[in-house]
């Protein structure tokens, strides 16, 4: 049923998912049972562009299945279908991907430039400009909320690669100090590319992963 409620959100009419809560036993039963993540998917389904809504819902879902999701997602989706939907909604769930991508390949580890295929490349590069692309004080806004989760996602990676390779050897340590660099420069020559600070957000990453 689930999966009902994230195509039709997708297709733009999200509003549909309380309509067939009234109408339906099933529907309302399914609906009530839904817990954070479920109204999270179904929040990134109902970003206004429809390449980045689509490659998100099928992302997503992969995304929230062990991360604890914070906030109350379901009021942030009746926000969105009440008040408009959110693009700067769609560039943090992506830039989310890429974070979870620096564990896993610092963790494995491998090269963050492996996990960070061509899809998600583009996806992110677009959002970011998309969301920055603003002039003046809107534009100086966006790029300040950008500097904000990049500095708070350094600080996070790091303590869960270490947590996670606390007794790995010197050479998988190394190599996990060699995937979080490749993390920073690959972030900053293409996700961030569009930004005026693209060059402070370089070196803030490094700064954070050399110490």
Known sequence: MHFVFRKITLGGDGQR??????VCKRCKAHVDEMDNRHWAVLHA???????????????????????????????E????????????????????????AAVEAACAPTRFAKAFDN?????????????????????DEEEQLLVQWWRATLVEVREKVEQRIVHRTAIDKQAA???????????????????????????????????
């Not at 992110?124 to 534009?139: C, D, I, P, S």
């Open 17 to 22: 998912v309380f309509v067939m809560r009234r």
């Open 45 to 75: 389904c109902s970003i206004d562009d429809r390449a980045l809504a689509a490659f998100l819902a099928a992302r997503v879902g992969d995304m929230y299945e062990d991360a604890p999701v914070h906030g109350n997602m379901k009021d």
């Open 77 to 100: 989706f009746v926000t969105v279908m009440t008040s408009g939907r959110s693009h700067r909604l769609a560039m943090n769930l992506l830039l989310d991907l890429c974070k979870q």
């Open 119 to 139: 899809e998600l490349r583009g996806m992110v590069y677009y959002a970011v400009w998309k969301g920055t692309r603003a002039t003046g004080l809107q534009r």
């Open 177 to 211: 100090r060699e995937s979080l660099a490749n993390f920073v420069d690959k972030m900053s020559d293409i996700s961030f590319h569009p930004c005026t600070c693209c060059s402070s957000l370089r070196a803030d990453g490094h700064k954070v992963f050399s110490g």
